[in-house]
């Protein structure tokens, strides 16, 4: 029961940090750069044909999107 309760607060925690991040990518997109070149590269990909999605990128470039969010979350 416990664990129910923790993990529904994780998922509401998760949910608001997600608009708040989505957020930010809307309004404040030079705050983003590594993330919104990685969305430029994929939305071309997907023009052409091919399915992309963030797994395609080497673990450095993830580290990269997480440390912006991150920065971005703290402000």
Not at 46 to 71: D, H, M, P, T, W
Request: a negative charge; charged letters at 30%; hydrophobic letters at 40%.
């Amino acid at each position: 029961m416990k664990e129910d309760i923790l993990m529904m607060m994780i998922r509401n925690l998760g949910s608001d940090f997600e608009d708040v991040i989505a957020t930010g990518l809307e309004e404040q997109k030079e705050l983003f750069p590594y993330c919104m070149a990685c969305v430029n590269f994929i939305y071309e990909l997907k023009v052409q044909g091919i399915n992309a999605n963030l797994n395609y990128f080497s673990e450095l470039v993830r580290s990269e999107l997480y440390e912006e969010c991150k920065r971005y979350l703290v402000r």
